[in-house]
């Protein structure tokens, strides 16, 4: 939980303070709130179940909307649990680490996972992942009770913080070719899949770059063997 306490751990609270007061000015409940940064823990979703109840949409439709943005999740998940699971795999313990998986744990697990001891790999997991959850909540709690005092422009800027954040890391941990291949082609696809249906452009520009960048890779490894 020590952990969570980092540069993008604070980054994280800042942009849940922007939650928390952009959930005062459309009215959402505080506890009900704080349950969505627990239970769904994708504040983009978080985003789109609060704008949606205030703008009047169906239940059903924002089940939907919000399950479809936590598909982005699944690949990094995926990437990750490898990372995450101890010497002796326990789906119980392995569901509960990927729970946690956003944006933040995906980048700091492939940063401090490979220095933790195999064994207490889980346990950590659970540890920075409930410390950044607990952190988020607090923000979020700050950013509702201040929301008099802060700009609405001002929250709505703090919810960019986060993927601004996510760039900066994601092109500090790039270390060999494919990952700066895949940040590139990642960017080149962003435009051509922007405003895809369901808001999946995000999930269709990473996981698109990602797996260009991992065939080139196998075809150039091929051709110099």
């Not at 922007?194 to 698109?208: K, M, R, T, Y």
């Amino acid at each position: 939980m020590r952990a969570c306490v980092s540069a993008p751990g604070l980054v994280l609270v800042a942009t849940f303070v922007g939650f928390g007061g952009l959930m005062h000015d459309v009215g959402f409940p505080i506890i009900a709130g704080l349950l969505s940064t627990i239970l769904i823990w994708a504040l983009p979703a978080q985003v789109i179940l609060i704008g949606g109840l205030a703008a009047g949409a169906s239940l059903p439709a924002l089940a939907l909307a919000v399950c479809l943005s936590g598909v982005r999740l699944f690949p990094m998940v995926v990437s990750l649990m490898p990372l995450m699971r101890g010497r002796r795999s326990n789906i119980v313990v392995e569901l509960i680490c990927a729970h946690f998986v956003a944006v933040t744990l995906w980048v700091e697990g492939f940063r401090i996972l490979p220095g933790v001891e195999r064994d207490a790999r889980p346990a950590f997991t659970i540890g920075i992942g409930t410390g950044l959850i607990a952190i988020s909540c607090a923000g979020t709690l700050l950013g509702f009770y201040l929301s008099g005092a802060l700009p609405g422009p001002l929250a709505v800027a703090l919810l960019l913080v986060t993927p601004i954040s996510f760039t900066i890391l994601l092109v500090r941990n790039a270390k060999a070719a494919v990952d700066w291949l895949a940040i590139g082609l990642g960017a080149a696809l962003s435009p051509l899949v922007a405003n895809s249906p369901g808001g999946l452009d995000l999930f269709w520009s990473g996981v698109g770059g990602g797996t260009l960048a991992f065939f080139a890779a196998r075809i150039w490894q091929r051709r110099r063997a």
